[in-house]
């Protein structure tokens, strides 16, 4: 009897043994879902891209992992080959899991005490990434074998290896393959040597102690490993192994985003959102604007340039009061003031264009990013003052006038009534005298306000506020201060008016993005929109009084040697913003200065001497980069060169010759 009972008692305790396993198998089989849809239906989230026009890359943009996707074909078979030799040499044999592995380890475990040798197969990998925790307990083990096992009778072996190289972590921000080589070695993957590829297929299994760009030597020694390997499976021959000991590539140590133009990256991202396009940041987009990064260097640095000028001067400006100060109040004279002027408000922004197709070549919002990423090139809003004036004079030559047009340079009072009261307006010149009667190019190139104002009274002020409307610009105000530029508008919005100037009388919507693509899918490309505004005519007789805006009027400062440019200064009351807006041949550049509080400047601080420096330094560096750049603005057929008093004056069959005060010069001819 008690023989019968122990040997039942041991032949349950064997059945027991036998089927432990397989209750547990079960209860685990049962217990959970074991949804594998996220692998199967594989969408990881991926990296947008923005390049500039060149092709060259701006910036990545990225939600929390910066990965890169490459398909199976992307993916070079020596990767396959070291991936399958370091991390499981029977991938393609097993199905899911890799029993004498686990046996092994197990054995292992045993002897040692403790785990010393994990059994995970490529799939078990990739399961533990996707779907399951990292936590060490026999239960994630028995569950990650049940995912593997129901993966690979669903996805083929090459699917499972295109999703592992996407989705595994290789160590400094980078997720997936693709990312890690243009990351690390600023290669795609097919440019990629058998060392570099070594690298990166070591990584997954310590990313932060084998990323070369901490541990360079161990991350070398972790890669030679995986060749050794590769050359005792007979997948590499000597020759081939030895030489990849040997390399040494050459790391880089980046940031993920690799931001080159920050303020081009945030004013991307805003048009994203107006384009209703959510998923920016995860949804691999390839953004080709038409920045030229070159250009958006150059005007970084004119930027700054005319910034530490005006900080200069203006210290040089306050040192002066000081001592004019201190005599004051030694003989007394209180009225004398010092002005407090807080230069830690003073900023700028720059904007570029290719005046033909609206493309915005350089953008920059701030002088410093860091400091302050608010781009005023595009968000801030302020008066342009005189540098308006150009397109009332743009009216005035499409209507017949000329440069030898006499205008009214006197002062007058206007009377006007503001919340029932009667209010006197009594503008002035900014040298605060008058000339009397002036011709409409010395008007515009020396910014008279006084001239402005009579010939606006001159045109009709419903007149001129009809014609105006040719420029699309808005929120223009219907009374006499549209004379000295009294609205709002940001230096893009300027800059887009202006091109009625810079492109011979043919204003274009300006563009920030050429195209989006998103896969083989375009997205987006840009429309050219353009309405003609004036003749080409009537535009170069307005380019030839601004270009002695540069030469010889309130813009001198702004000039550069190598090129013809025209241009209009701009100041509104009490120096609270400068402004210089002008163009080359080709190339269109508005500057705006200002504090950011909106209070005064220096009282000395003007468009032109000012924002003048940094549209200067901008096209001096522009020949540099691109001495090619068409230097003269050509003269249309029509255009009529006339010596009147020694001076050169352009005519039309428009703006015609005054018959009275013109001596016409018996060489002038008809210029073609």
């Known amino acids: 009897m008690k023989r019968f009972s122990i040997k039942k008692i041991i032949l349950t305790i064997v059945i027991l043994g036998f089927l432990s396993p397989l209750i547990v198998l079960g209860y685990f089989l049962t217990a959970y879902k074991y949804d594998i849809s996220s692998l199967v239906d594989y969408k990881p989230s991926t990296t947008s891209i923005i390049y500039d026009r060149n092709g060259d890359r701006i910036a990545n943009v990225f939600y929390k992992k910066n990965r890169f996707y490459a398909s199976y074909d992307e993916i070079p078979p020596r990767i396959i080959e070291a991936l399958v030799a370091i991390e499981d040499t029977t991938f393609f044999e097993h199905h899911g899991i890799n029993v004498e592995a686990i046996f092994r380890a197990a054995l292992k475990i045993v002897k040692a005490g403790k785990a010393v040798q994990g059994a995970s197969t490529i799939t078990q990998q990739l399961v533990k990434n996707v779907l399951l925790t990292r936590e060490k307990k026999l239960s994630r083990k028995i569950k990650e074998a049940i995912y593997a096992i129901k993966l690979e009778r669903v996805l083929t072996k090459e699917q499972i290896l295109e999703r592992y190289l996407n989705e595994i972590y290789y160590g400094h921000g980078y997720y997936g393959i693709k990312t890690a080589a243009d990351g690390y070695f600023h290669k795609r993957l097919e440019d990629l040597t058998l060392k570099e590829m070594a690298i990166l297929v070591g990584l997954p299994k310590a990313p932060s102690t084998y990323a070369p760009t901490r541990n360079y030597e161990i991350s070398m020694g972790r890669a030679n490993r995986v060749l050794t390997r590769m050359h005792v499976l007979g997948w590499i021959d000597d020759k081939t192994y030895a030489s990849a000991l040997a390399e040494s590539p050459k790391v880089y140590n980046d940031t993920l985003t690799k931001n080159k133009a920050p303020f081009i990256v945030d004013e991307v991202a805003r048009i994203m959102r107006a384009k209703g396009i959510k998923d ?18 150059a005007a970084k640095e004119s930027l700054k340039y005319a910034y530490n000028l005006a900080l200069k001067r203006i210290e040089k400006y306050k040192a002066k009061d000081l001592k004019k100060l201190a005599i004051a109040q030694k003989t007394g004279d209180e009225e004398f003031k010092v002005q407090d002027v807080n230069v830690s408000q003073l900023n700028g922004a720059l904007v570029s ?7 915005i070549l350089a953008l920059v919002g701030s002088v410093d990013y860091k400091k302050s990423s608010f781009n005023r090139a595009t968000q801030g809003r302020r008066q342009p003052g005189s540098a308006f004036k150009p397109f009332i004079y743009q009216v005035a030559v499409n209507l017949g006038y000329s440069g030898a047009t006499k205008l009214v340079d006197i002062a007058k009072t206007y009377a006007y009534e503001k919340n029932g009261e009667e209010m006197k307006w009594q503008p002035k010149n900014y040298e605060k005298d008058y000339k009397g009667l002036i011709p ?49 508008l940001s230096p893009l919005e300027l800059a887009y008016y202006y091109t009625s100037f810079s492109n011979k009388g043919v204003e274009v919507n300006t563009n920030l993005i050429s195209s989006i693509t998103q896969g083989d899918k375009t997205v987006y490309t840009k429309e050219m929109n353009s309405s003609e505004v004036a003749l080409p005519t009537q535009s170069f007789i307005m380019t030839s009084i601004m270009m002695d805006v540069i030469k010889r009027g309130t813009g001198r400062r702004a000039n550069a040697k190598g090129i013809e440019l025209a241009g209009k200064t701009g100041t509104t009351n009490n120096n609270v913003d400068a402004w210089f807006a002008g163009y080359s041949p080709t190339i269109e550049t508005v500057v705006w200065f200002g504090n950011d509080d909106n209070t005064p400047m220096y009282h000395k601080e003007t468009g032109g001497r000012v924002a003048g420096p940094a549209f200067s330094k901008y096209y001096q560096k522009l020949l540099k980069l691109y001495p090619q750049v068409k230097r003269k603005f050509d003269i249309p057929k029509g255009i009529v060169e006339v010596n009147i008093k020694g001076k050169k004056e352009y005519f039309s069959n428009i703006s015609k010759p005054p018959r009275t005060e013109v001596e016409a010069d018996p060489q002038s001819e008809l210029l073609w």
């Open 280 to 297: 920016f940041r995860t949804g691999g987009y390839r953004v080709y604007t038409t920045i030229d990064l070159r250009l958006q260097n």
């Open 353 to 359: 264009l290719d005046s033909a197709t609206g493309d």
């Open 440 to 488: 409409l190019r010395e008007a515009l190139v020396h910014s008279r306000n006084l001239a402005t104002i009579n010939l606006v009274n001159e045109l009709g002020l419903n007149s001129l506020y009809k014609k105006l409307q040719a420029f699309h610009i808005k929120n223009l105000p219907h009374n006499l201060s549209i004379s000295l530029g009294s609205i709002s």
